[in-house]
């Protein structure tokens, strides 16, 4: 099959807002996350140097602040935020529920032939 599809809501949730949706959509080199976050939610502090994984992070709705390597980023409806792999990040909502679609891509590596990529450190 060309295409799968699934539906969020239907995706258990984790940490009480992500709903991790790799493995139900079967994705091979790339990771989407739907952060639904209730009002003052904070989220793990981690970071992605292990398996060079960066991420992007678009908020849909509402307001939250993400912390990157210590610096707080304020982010706002349509805001895309990239996050390099090494950066220790956390998202700290607000007031109000906000929601993020966070995407997540590994590290992509020359193999020596300018015609050959490969991929490392994807988890999803």
Request: with cysteine; hydrophobic share 30%.
């Amino acid at each position: 099959m060309s295409y799968s599809k699934v539906n969020y809501h239907d995706v258990e949730r984790v940490e009480d807002a992500m709903h991790f949706l790799r493995e139900p959509l079967d994705t091979e080199q790339v990771g989407v996350t739907i952060a639904r976050c209730k009002p003052g939610w904070i989220g793990r502090k981690h970071d992605h140097t292990d398996n060079k994984q960066e991420e992007v992070y678009i908020l849909i709705d509402g307001e939250a602040t993400v912390t990157v390597d210590g610096e707080d980023v304020r982010m706002g409806p349509g805001d895309a935020l990239w996050i390099s792999s090494d950066a220790t990040r956390q998202i700290r909502n607000g007031d109000e529920e906000s929601a993020f679609v966070l995407v997540s891509a590994p590290e992509f590596t020359e193999t020596g032939d300018d015609s050959e990529w490969s991929l490392r450190g994807f988890t999803g």
